[in-house]
Each structure stands twice: as C-alpha cells, then as structure tokens.
C-alpha cells in the first residue's frame, strides 16, 4: 500500500526558509515521479516543483530561484526545500506520486496523495 507522509510545515517570518520532507512507502520512490503541491484558501491546488524518475525537474514560474526538489537515494523521502519565502507560499502543501513516468504539474497526472503539511508566511 503506498503511503505518503508530509512534515515539516510551520510558521515564519517573510523571508525566511523552510523544508518539507515527504516519507514514502510501499513503494519504490525511485521508480515513480513525484511532486509537491499546494493549496491555498479558495484556491484550486496548485503545482509546485515536479521530479520525474531520471531526476528531471519542473518548476512553477512562482517558485522557481527560491524552491528546490531533492529525494534520498537511499530511502526515497522527498524533499521541498523553500527559500525566501513570501506571504503568497501560505498554503497547505502536499506531496504526490504515480508510476507513470512523467513530468507534470497537473494534479490529475498524480494517484498518490499525503494529507498535506501547513505552511504560514506571516508577519
């Protein structure tokens, strides 16, 4: 059964830094693509960075300087490591996978999903 579980998330200051870590199971992470999301109030979910099988990434305009995906080779955790952050990055934000071997930012591209980890940007 796959398993995906998020932590990491927590209240800063504009400005300051942040890293989600997203433990798998179930699974080997190494063969699936992966990627964060996140979700705002009223707002649709979002992608955010994407890791694909062979290490290709995708970034979000949005994000893209202040964020970097990462994963363990050894234990498949997934990584979000965010700096610089602004107000705008609070959101819930989730990890997810699937077997296909793609790269994308479409939350319909995922069939895995953790339960989300939350982060606030605030003054």
């Known amino acids: 059964q796959v398993q995906l579980v998020e932590s990491g998330g927590d209240s800063v200051q504009p400005g300051g830094s942040l890293r989600l870590s997203c433990a798998v199971s179930?699974?080997?992470?190494?063969?699936?693509?992966m990627a964060w999301f996140r979700q705002a109030p009223g707002k649709e979910r979002e992608g955010v960075i994407a890791?694909?099988?062979?290490?290709?990434?995708q970034y979000a305009a949005a994000v893209k300087g202040r964020f970097t995906i990462s994963q363990d080779g050894t234990t498949g955790t997934l990584y979000l490591q965010m700096n610089r952050l602004k107000p705008e990055d609070t959101a819930m934000y989730y990890c997810?996978?699937?077997?296909?071997?793609?790269?994308?930012?479409?939350?319909?591209?995922?069939?895995?999903w953790g339960q989300g980890t939350q982060v606030t940007v605030s003054s």
């Open positions: 179930g699974y080997s992470a190494r063969t699936y693509s």
């Open positions: 890791l694909d099988s062979v290490g290709g990434k």
């Open positions: 997810a996978a699937t077997k296909r071997g793609i790269l994308s930012l479409r939350a319909s591209s995922f069939n895995y």
